[in-house]
């Protein structure tokens, strides 16, 4: 027996102290001095077994022989041949060992107890029944591998001799039997220890075996049938089964993977070793990652951005990031050229430039409606000048205030509709279409020339000719000359009709001299411009003044193409109860028909019906022809252009996109201009905004008076129109106007209801109604003139000469004086001017004549006066006194 098991070791493995196993020992006649001291391997099991059943094993171990159950003493008088047989069988050792614990079972029989004796009788068979004790019970938690941790080479020979000397009844599962069969114990406690085993020789092993076997993923705790392997193998230590360690299944594809990165696979040291960390955690490969991906994004961040292609409205941040620039860059570059702009401002078209040049980058600014460019495209492709005819002209007639322009344009309709035809004439009609000499003619009557030129503006140019009135009484007044201006911008030839030639004042001359003051020769005075006296009144004139407006059209050879698909202007928009929007149009090319699919910028729709100017329906209208058309979805704004398109997807896709865009332009216009505000405010000072909200019952109306209300404005004051729309007065409008401090509603030919009156009553909301576009704009100047500071006005009293000055000591100078013009008051301001230069400015103390306080003194009159907190009074100088008068301002001041 060369394996030796120390005493401390038996000792940790019985799970007592090593003074017990020496006493146990001695108990079973084994000596043993110390924990250093060592016995057999058979020797240690012994004890062990001992220890945890109370059972002496060479007692068992003899019975077992017997194969009976026969009394102790037969036993011992029978065990001497019986040795004898098995000496054959056994090893020399184990027959010692069996004899001397036989020989120690004996001494202990007499001190045990009788009960220990008789479960001592029961009959064992095999050598795996020493497992099981007296009371049958399964032997509790036996570590009896750690014991087989300490085997040497020589240990595993010398189990193999015992198998081969057939201990074991089991000759065919002697191979297989672990040592831990072999040295007693059960299969349960051979798993349990296998498994938390983790340093031996055996764990080696199943490394060993898992590189053998690949391990398949999400495999958990997975027994391996190692008895093949094991069969043949020397090393069949570990028992029938080997339970791999459960790493979880991260760790185990971590393993994997690590194992497919692993070149040297075959070296079982290694993959032992870097099973380890991936075992831990995925780290190492979850930065190997981000580091390979950092290295991408590099590669990205380095190539070189040489072109852009931005949205027209694009914010510094947003151009940084297309240039792949950061915010801050950009700003540095503007800063640089003296532009302050922060990171949300949006980037004009020069700055725009400066950026691409200064970045190396050309910038393209793409138009967000390219696709949506619906009137550019039909200029593009409806004009076929092969299909042109001669088209009627369209007349716009502009004036000042009470000159006469419905009036005539009143009676122009009235006279040249048939009675028959005239069904319609009282209603307030936008366009009409009349006929001279069989020509047409088609009149437009714009709200204010500041509409006229609004329209323009959105790209309208529905006015061939412009027809200024002028009322021959009157004379050329204010808006005259504006509408001269408007007109001359608009470009077209403008004829003068001078109104009521009817009355007694008119007077043709004075007109035609203060138009050529204007730059408006008349052609009888050697200018170009056609002056017509007319009355609305008589209708003398008018049909010289239509004849004129025929010449100037064939001058102007007016043509377009009547088989196009249509064309035509918005000049007026409404909502119409139970009819929705209704859209008078002029037509200026191709015929628009009941059930063209039509787009009017960001509206759209079918046409459902046409009613001419007199209120007739209609299936068409023709070139120049005007007429109400319903079947849109929105109210258009005027000005803008109707197309008819192939069809309704087309029409719907053009008006969404330009919806879209508006919007978007609208949002970047509100953070644009409340940030131009801010800074206008702090430029200012404080400026004082009137806030309003306005009604219009036509949109042509309603961007008239917005357009004047906007130009309404000085250093000081100015209107906010917060909202606007076509349509009555709602609920809605006085929630708006609620939520801004001082805001007032303003409705043009719309009225509110009952009950919106009451509530804006309760809510303290002023609405204002009016059927004069000028009436609303005075009353807008006075409540903007109410919210300007008081003009403070100085007037003068009279002068005073210092013809003598006396010091009064302990009072003051006091100046005597001759007042020379007006008077000289007390209690006022004054101020003394010396060589013609204002000196001082403050309050006179004390003015006397003699020795008598007074309030004034009078031109020709000699008085003393003296300056509060001033002496510096000189003979020559003149003392000025003047009241300061407080005046309200006034807008148009
Ligand atoms: N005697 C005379 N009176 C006229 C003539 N034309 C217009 N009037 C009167 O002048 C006043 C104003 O006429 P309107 O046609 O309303 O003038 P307007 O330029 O259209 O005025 P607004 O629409 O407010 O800009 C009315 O009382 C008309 O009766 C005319 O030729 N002769």
Known sequence: MSDKVRVYEIADEAGANSNEVISKAKEMGIELKSPQSAVSLEQAEEIVNYMMSGANSKKSNSSSKNKKSVSHKEKKQERPAEDKEEKQT?????????????????????????????????????????????????????????????????NEHKIEDEIKSGINEDTSNAKMKSLSEILGGNNEDEKVSTKTTETTAAKAKVKKEKKKVPPKAHTHGKKLELDKEFADSDDSLLGEEVVLLDMGVSDESKLFEDQKNNNNNNNSQKQTRSSKPAAFGNRPQGLKRKKRKKRIKRVEEVKEITEVTIPEDIRVYEFAEACGKSPAEVITVLFGLGMMVTKNDFLKQDELEILGEEFGIEVTVKDALEDANYVEDYQEEEID???????????????????????LLDKIRSSKTAASEAGGITQHITAYTIKQNNQKITFVDTPGHAAFSAMRARGASVTDIVIIVVAADDGVKQQTEEVISHAKAANCPIIVAVNKMDKEGANMDMVKAQMAERDMTPVDWGGEIEFIPVSAKTGEGIDDLLENILLQSEILELSADPEAKAKATVVEASLEKGRGPVATVIVQNGTLRVGDNIVCDTTYGRVKAITNDLGKQVKELGLSETGRVLGLNEVPVSGTIMVAQDSDKEAKDIATTRAEHARAKELSKSTKVSLEEMSGLIAEGKIKQLPVILKADVSGSLEAIKTSLEDIHNDEVKVKVIHSGVGGITESDLILASASEGCIILGFNVRPTGAVKSKAKADGITINTYSIIYDLIDDIKDALSGMMSAIIREENTGQAEVRDTFVVPKVGTVAGCLVTDGKVIRGGHARIIRDGVVTYTGKISSLKRFKDDVKEVSNGYECGVMFEKFNDIKVGDFIETFIQIEEKAHIDD
């Open 385 to 407: 000048e092969s299909n042109f005819v001669t088209r009627p002209p369209v007349v716009t007639i502009m004036g000042h205030v009470d000159h006469g322009k419905t009036s």
């Open 90 to 154: 056994k090893k020399k050792e184990e027959v010692k060992s069996e004899e001397k614990t036989a020989q120690n079972n004996e001494v202990k029989e007499e001190k045990e107890d009788k009960s220990s004796a008789e479960d001592t009788n029961k009959p064992v068979n095999t050598q795996k029944t020493e497992k099981v004790n007296s009371n049958n019970r399964i032997i509790p938690k036996r570590r009896g591998l750690k014991i087989v941790k300490k085997k040497k080479p020589s």
